[in-house]
């Protein structure tokens, strides 16, 4: 957990305030013998003769005691809270009955929305159990959390609930959610989805999946249906991805009119709405997969055409053609505009005029934001079609922007060039920014060359810095070396220098004469930095060192209190007493030291006082030391 509390008065201390409900407050002696009835306070039996139990925070202050209502879906308690989008959360509370029969059965519900199973009363008085549940925010900025009671029972039903809790779930594992490339289909056509990164997923929408629980369901939407995926990892953690599944329209196909031609003449049919056309019958046709094939039928016929779009999707539609002299058309020609400006295109020649776009006129105003082709089909006085296309060309971008990945803390210098004006996130007017985000960020740059506007972004990517890692603080004898390890980066630099086999590298020998805290720079692959320290405690020799903790819990690192002798240094007596002077451990073998443990038990958790009798067999001195130790688990 983030360990910040989002609920107000979870602990009710606040007393009735901080949350909603749609339960009748009362808080007078004997209030709270009708169903529906609720009361804050430390003494339940204050409220009701045969309710019985303490607050769960201390004993001593307030809980929230309820007469259950025989209604569904009353609110019991409820808090609206803002939450970040895209975020896992974890709401729990303690519940208690107050009158042992018909145990209250409670449901957590967020935005209205039903989670988590139901939680069961105990079926003792003065007891609590504590209840949780798991919800991702999704697209949420906020969250309506209620607790309801799903027993409707008059006889029983009496309950309390206190210290509420709504807390953001930290992880400390790292998720990389993939929901799979986006994906088009036509009207009644299925794909199959593809998400990655976790051992669990759970899908939303559900409708039109196979299975909204596994990672690769079936999507059938009926419309464009935008999937969120939720991806957990093993530890519980969790995030979310995206995938739109579009559902392509059948192909909106406009073709040439009906249209007469002159016996033995040809007239061009004209389809769009595709990319790939199908005509029949062919026979008359110089060639039936044409948008525009030109037809030259002896007698009146009825051409059907089949239009495939991008999408893979098609439909059918047709044209009469009979026989009359083709007209000749006149356009206003070819032309260029910039992008997301407006031209009128025309033509002449006929009686009436159909153009790709579905228009009617000689002339139309179009707008569109990349090359395109307008094709009109016109019909003279005899209804002989012709048809002829008009291409509208989007003048080139010119806009060029750059910037650099940068660690965070840093700051990197973005540049836009080929135009004369450059205007940065609609706010700055110049050519070079300065910018220093704390997450990697989308700036973007709006030109005008004197002709035309022009559009153009930089992604700024802010990597974080390592996790730098000197490792534990270690003890040697003077004169002794031992091994550095640091981790977290791919190079390392270590300061002082003094006693180190070398200082850029990430395991030198340490060899200090005097006792030394070495620093060490990480570098990761994106040249971030941080940095750890680790201390070299020096051991003078003819000393004894003993230490000041230890911890016997079977890890393999400190689980034995012993001295560490040096030089011609015995150890005669080492006794070890609780506060109670009671001798717990004795030992004169040197080699061999306390576990923790006294008549084959473990000790508790407290300092004890060690003594310690030697001798230097070298000097013949006599050496005794007496100190505290504390005993850690």
Known sequence: MSGIELVTNGDFS????????????????????????????????????????????????????????????TNIWCETITVQPYTTYVFSYWLA??????????????????????????????????????????????????????????FGNDFGIDDISFQQCVCSSTLIPEAGPDAAICPGDSVQLNASGGSGY????????????????????????????TVYDSAGCSAVDSVTVFVNLSPSIVTSNDTDICYGTSSSLFAAGGISYSWSPASSLNDSTLYNPIATPDSTTVYYVTVTDTAGCFGTDSVLVAVNPLPVISTSGDTTICRYSAI???????????????????????????NTSYTV?????????????????????FL??????????????LTASGAAIIIWNDTITNSEIMVA???????????????????????????????ADAGSDVEILLGAEITLNATGGISCNWSPST????????????????????????????????????????????????????????????????????????????????????????????????DGNFNGLPEEISTYVYCFIGENKETGQVIEKKGNVTLLR
Request: hydrophobic share 35%.
């Open 97 to 154: 009955s107050m009158y042992v029969s018909n145990a209250a059965q409670l449901r957590v519900m967020f935005n209205g929305i039903a989670t988590g199973t139901l939680s069961t009363a105990p079926n003792a008085q003065y007891t609590w159990l504590q209840f949780s549940v798991a919800w991702n925010s999704g697209i949420n900025t906020s969250v309506d959390v209620c607790l309801i009671d799903e027993n409707l029972a008059v």
């Open 499 to 594: 006693g180190l086999s070398c200082d850029a590298c990430c395991d030198p020998l340490a060899s200090p004469k005097d006792t030394t805290e070495y620093f060490v720079t990480v570098t990761d692959d994106y040249g971030c930095k941080a940095s750890d320290s680790v201390k070299v405690y020096v051991i003078p020799p003819d000393e004894v060192y003993i230490p000041d903790a230890f911890t016997p819990n079977g890890d393999g690192v400190n689980d034995v209190f012993l001295p560490i002798l040096s030089g011609e240094t015995e150890m005669t007596a080492f006794k070890i007493f609780n506060r109670w002077g009671q001798l717990v451990y004795f030992s004169s073998d040197k080699s061999h030291g306390w």
């Open 437 to 467: 985000p704390v997450a990697s960020t989308l700036y973007t740059a709006v030109g005008f060359d004197g002709m035309c506007w022009d559009t153009a972004s930089v992604n700024v990517i802010v990597h974080p810095l390592p996790l």
């Open 400 to 413: 060029i922007v750059s910037g650099d990945e940068i660690c965070i803390g840093d700051s990197t210098l």
């Open 377 to 397: 089909s016109v019909t003279d006085t005899n209804q002989c079609v012709s048809s002829a296309t008009i291409n509208v060309l989007i003048a080139p971008d």
């Open 202 to 229: 759970s899908w939303s929408p559900v409708i039109g999946l196979s299975d909204s629980l596994i990672s690769n369901p079936i999507a059938e939407p009926p419309t464009t249906t935008i999937y969120y995926v």
């Open 344 to 370: 009128s295109i025309s033509a002449s020649g006929g009686v009436a005029y159909l153009w790709s776009t579905g228009e009617s006129t000689t002339a139309i105003t179009v707008n569109p934001s990349t």
């Open 14 to 73: 606040g007393g009735n305030t901080g949350f909603s409900t749609d339960y009748i407050y009362c808080n007078t002696p004997l209030c709270i013998y009708t169903e529906g009835l609720y009361a804050i306070g430390p003494d339940p039996n204050y409220f009701h003769s045969q309710f019985y139990g303490v607050d769960h925070t201390t004993g001593t202050g307030n809980l929230m005691v309820i007469n259950g209502a025989p209604n569904a879906a």
